[in-house]
């Protein structure tokens, strides 16, 4: 059962473009979570996901970030219009139902500049 | 509202010394509480778990009600332990974890 898959595991972009950060679960995980790491900070929490549905995403910013599961493929965090302020680690993390603890993925590391 | 809180950001220790890493938290139900650790530049992963009263790679936590704690602790550290440890509290309500800020455990040789 190959772990949480992130890709790119590096992305660069400069201001202004869009940033796709795909995800793909573990095997028999239909949630999903993303997360965001700042240097010097602890993990943020962003969305949470099941399969087509948000189901939380009080911790995503209200204009540039969204985040899809679809039925099919992986889960991508979507962001527009990078600024350099969104250079962070994100990671994901799925979890399988009825259970709380979660596995991570190795983390996308978007740089803006 | 639930909130886990790790007072320090920076643990330095030396090798063969007993390390503590402390981990409070605030809920009003019955929590599940994990330790999750992030060795430089990997993934997090789960260590362990209140549940499971498990012994991993040395570390033990155990869940004090009455305190509110769920403190991580080894009795002689190991320089392969420095990383960033982070606690986390779920309740049965909710599947997003609360975690805490992190603490930064530094080995020195």
């Known amino acids: 059962n190959a772990g949480v898959m992130q890709n790119p595991r590096h992305l660069v972009r400069r201001r202004g473009q869009e940033a796709r950060l795909r995800c793909s679960p573990m095997k028999g995980h239909s949630h999903v979570y993303w997360y965001r790491q700042l240097p010097e900070e602890g993990l943020k929490f962003m969305v949470y996901?099941?399969?087509?549905?948000?189901?939380?995403e009080s911790g995503m910013p209200k204009e540039r970030f969204s985040a899809e599961f679809p039925k099919e493929g992986p889960s991508i965090l979507r962001i527009q219009q990078v600024v350099r302020g969104d250079s962070a680690a994100y990671f994901c993390?799925?979890?399988?139902?009825?259970?709380?603890?979660?596995?991570f993925g190795p983390g996308t590391r978007l740089t803006v500049t | 509202a639930q909130r886990v809180t790790q007072p320090e950001k920076l643990l330095s220790v030396f090798k063969g010394a007993p390390v503590e890493l402390k981990c409070n938290y605030s809920y009003s139900g019955s929590p599940e509480l994990f330790w999750y650790v992030q060795y430089s530049r990997q993934r997090l992963q789960l260590l362990l778990r209140?549940?499971s009263r498990e012994s991993i790679k040395g570390f033990t936590a155990d869940l004090n009600k009455g305190e509110t704690s769920f403190h991580l602790k080894k009795p002689f550290a190991q320089e392969e332990d420095s990383a960033m440890y982070y606690c986390a509290l779920a309740s049965g309500g909710s599947y997003i974890p609360t975690f805490g800020r992190g603490t930064s455990l530094i080995v020195h040789p």
């Open positions: 993390a799925s979890s399988p139902p009825g259970h709380h603890e979660q596995y």
């Open positions: 209140h549940i």
């Open positions: 996901l099941q399969k087509e549905n948000i189901i939380d």
